[in-house]
């Protein structure tokens, strides 16, 4: 009788324990969308974090052609996940996140990582001339004629590691620098039409040395957009996911709960 008590008594903690698994909550899969100028490895630090977390994470291959159709790339991306999703963009990546997730019942927040959450109507040179200090213009190189017409832009090789990753150690913003992808000229006067930040909750973390997105445009992209939280950190670049990669991965985490 004592064995019998004693088996089903081990039987019932197995069960509860399988119950207990059974309902444990599926972490959302996380999209990482990188900006111009950059490409998915520039999420290698933050991945590294969230995967030691146990979360999913897809690094997206940021077309940089125009807003629609880099927004179209991603949403097939996220339309093809089962899970809830925490969407993440850096830079110019705001913009595509924001144009991606409109409609999107899977999206469940948006991170927008030193990025830009254009209106409806909005350009990225409109909203990087909304105030001033953004010194981005002056270190493009003559950009270079795409043979269908259009051009593509890049930053300077010399110019680099101070607009864009001044608190980036300097060899390897050399290498960021040689393996930079362009962005279309054309993508830059695309205006927003339907922003995703107006219908899901977001988030911003931004640096307050980035000289591409002056800190009065973050501020004023925040508080437009009603942020759950905002984090500003000291000292930081426009690359604040590669200088400050737990920040980074912190805030994705809280997003994503």
Not at 69 to 89: C, F, M, R
Not at 190 to 216: L, R
Not at 238 to 244: P, T, W
């Amino acid at each position: 009788m004592k064995k019998l008590v004693a088996a089903l008594a081990v039987a019932f903690v197995a069960l509860s324990a399988s119950s207990a698994k059974a309902v444990e909550p599926t972490k959302p899969t996380v999209v990482l969308v990188h900006g111009a100028f950059a490409d998915n490895s520039s999420w290698n630090g933050v991945v590294k974090i969230l995967e030691k977390d146990g979360y999913t994470v897809v690094a997206a291959s940021n077309p940089l052609r125009g807003v629609k159709s880099d927004a179209d790339y991603v949403a097939n991306i996220v339309a093809g996940i089962k899970t809830p999703v925490v969407l993440v963009g850096h830079s110019y990546g705001g913009f595509v996140i924001s144009e991606a997730a409109f409609g999107k019942d899977n999206v469940k927040s948006l991170v927008f990582v030193s990025a830009m959450a254009p209106e409806a109507g909005e350009t990225v040179g409109g909203l990087l001339g909304k105030f001033p200090g953004a010194t981005l213009e002056p270190t493009l190189a003559p950009p270079v004629d795409l043979p269908g017409g259009g051009k593509d832009l890049y930053i300077q090789q010399d110019k680099f590691h101070d607009q864009f990753a001044a608190d980036v150690p300097e060899p390897e913003t050399k290498v960021m620098a040689a393996t930079q992808r362009p962005i279309a000229a054309a993508a830059l006067g695309e205006a927003s039409t339907d922003p995703a930040w107006k219908t899901i909750p977001s988030y911003f973390i931004y640096g307050d040395k980035d000289k591409n997105i002056p800190q009065q445009t973050s501020i004023f992209m925040a508080d437009r957009a009603h942020s759950k939280h905002t984090v500003a950190i000291k000292g930081a670049s426009h690359v604040v996911m590669i200088s400050h990669p737990k920040a980074v991965a912190d805030l994705i985490e809280e997003a994503a709960k």
